[in-house]
């Protein structure tokens, strides 16, 4: 699993969305027992602290350290640095296992037999992760171009993974029907700006230019903002649950 995140840990947890109760709401009902999850690749726990509500154990894990530095913190959710694909976990350990915003980045098949190894019988997988986001034509177009035209090629290979909404990525699970979910936020304008920094391919564009690509677009974005304060950024979800045993 590539770590790509630890150098922008603090933004990450700043600007990155967070998951709407519907996808919550959807997942429970389908649960036996609510005993211990496992949120895997965690980032700054923003699903675990979610899932901490209603489990009464939920282990999180991650591979960077510093993700987990300025991870969300509740009494029940317990942070550990360990891959997805190999885990100190005993066998039949958890009722759900969520990936959010990860999957794309682990050596899938090693990280499914390690998710058969550890469910319990009856326990459900929930891979989730959200698409481009949308506010406005004119912005939409903005940021489009800049996704495509300016930052394209530094995107990671996996990157491919989300365009195609998880469908080629290897399920070995018995899989649910799923709704169709937004996740809607209310955001500034620096939310945007600071949102579009935690990219992985704007990190790589840096790293080679030596400067940051947002500047390329940043006045068009910020006359097409206009003089709203807050906008509705909207965030298609991608959603696959599947019965691990």
């Given at each position: 699993?590539?770590?790509?995140?630890?150098?922008s840990?603090?933004?990450?947890?700043?600007?990155?969305?967070?998951?709407?109760?519907?996808?919550?709401?959807?997942?429970?009902?389908?649960l036996?027992?609510?005993?211990?999850?496992?949120?895997c690749?965690t980032?700054n726990?923003q699903?675990?602290?979610?899932?901490?509500?209603?489990f009464r154990?939920?282990?999180?894990?991650?591979?960077?350290e510093?993700q987990?530095?300025?991870?969300?913190?509740?009494d029940?959710v317990?942070?550990?640095?360990?891959?997805?694909?190999?885990?100190?976990f005993e066998?039949?350990?958890?009722?759900?296992i969520?990936?959010?915003?990860?999957?794309?980045?682990?050596?899938i098949?090693?990280?499914?037999e390690?998710?058969?190894?550890?469910?319990k019988?009856?326990?459900?997988?929930?891979?989730?992760?959200?698409e481009?986001?949308?506010?406005s034509?004119e912005?939409?177009?903005?940021?489009?171009y800049?996704?495509?035209?300016i930052?394209?090629?530094?995107?990671?290979p996996?990157?491919?993974?989300?365009?195609?909404?998880?469908?080629?990525?290897?399920?070995?699970?018995?899989?649910?029907e799923?709704p169709?979910?937004?996740?809607?936020?209310?955001?500034?304008y620096d939310?945007?700006?600071?949102?579009?920094?935690?990219?992985?391919?704007?990190?790589?564009?840096?790293?080679?230019?030596?400067y940051?690509?947002?500047?390329?677009?940043?006045?068009d974005?910020?006359?097409?903002w206009?003089?709203?304060?807050?906008?509705?950024?909207?965030?298609?979800?991608?959603?696959?649950?599947?019965?691990?045993?």
């Amino acid at each position: 699993m590539k770590n790509i995140f630890s150098s922008s840990s603090e933004q990450y947890a700043k600007y990155r969305p967070d998951y709407p109760q519907a996808l919550f709401d959807f997942i429970y009902p389908l649960l036996s027992n609510k005993e211990c999850a496992w949120d895997c690749g965690t980032g700054n726990g923003q699903l675990a602290i979610e899932l901490a509500k209603e489990f009464r154990k939920v282990k999180a894990t991650d591979i960077s350290e510093e993700q987990l530095q300025h991870a969300f913190t509740a009494d029940n959710v317990e942070y550990s640095v360990q891959a997805a694909e190999s885990t100190c976990f005993e066998d039949n350990s958890f009722d759900l296992i969520t990936v959010a915003q990860a999957v794309h980045w682990f050596e899938i098949d090693k990280f499914n037999e390690e998710v058969k190894r550890v469910g319990k019988p009856n326990s459900l997988i929930a891979l989730i992760g959200y698409e481009l986001c949308s506010i406005s034509p004119e912005i939409d177009k903005i940021i489009r171009y800049f996704y495509e035209d300016i930052i394209g090629k530094y995107w990671d290979p996996e990157r491919k993974h989300l365009q195609s909404q998880y469908q080629y990525i290897p399920f070995p699970f018995k899989e649910l029907e799923t709704p169709s979910l937004n996740n809607i936020k209310l955001w500034r304008y620096d939310h945007l700006v600071g949102y579009l920094n935690t990219w992985s391919a704007v990190k790589h564009f840096v790293n080679k230019n030596n400067y940051n690509p947002i500047s390329e677009i940043e006045k068009d974005l910020r006359q097409a903002w206009g003089n709203i304060e807050l906008r509705r950024v909207i965030f298609p979800i991608i959603f696959r649950v599947g019965r691990v045993k």
